[in-house]
């Protein structure tokens, strides 16, 4: 199993910036092959918003491109999401995933951003 902790949610201004973090622990972590970052509006379908390889390959959702950066440091098993430039349209609850031969997911974290 894997344990995954985000922290870093919060309220800010448009234009803003915040940063996520998810913190992850569990005995399979080392199996572990992409870790990201999803989030979820009031009505809405929860989607990718970025993610990243073991090796260090990321993708990213085209809303957030060139606002967001992915980040992992492997050794703290630890996975940040800067987000800069923030719209209201970005406002969600945040969740960190883990994928292996399963899904694993955090309890989420509110991201609120007010014009």
């Known amino acids: 199993q894997v344990q995954l902790v985000e922290s870093g949610g919060g309220s800010v201004q448009a234009g803003g910036s915040l940063r996520l973090s998810c913190a992850a622990s569990?005995?399979?972590?080392?199996?572990?092959?992409?870790m990201g970052w999803y989030r979820q509006a009031p009505g809405k379908q929860r989607e990718l918003v970025a993610d990243i390889t073991s090796g260090g390959a990321t993708n990213y959702a085209g809303s957030v491109k060139g606002r967001f950066t992915i980040s992992r440091d492997n050794t703290k098993k630890m996975v940040y999401l800067q987000m800069n430039s923030l719209k209201p349209e970005d406002t969600a609850v945040y969740y960190c995933n883990a994928e292996g031969s399963s899904k694993f997911w955090g309890q989420g974290t509110q991201v609120t951003v007010s014009s």
């Open positions: 569990g005995s399979i972590f080392t199996f572990i092959l992409k």
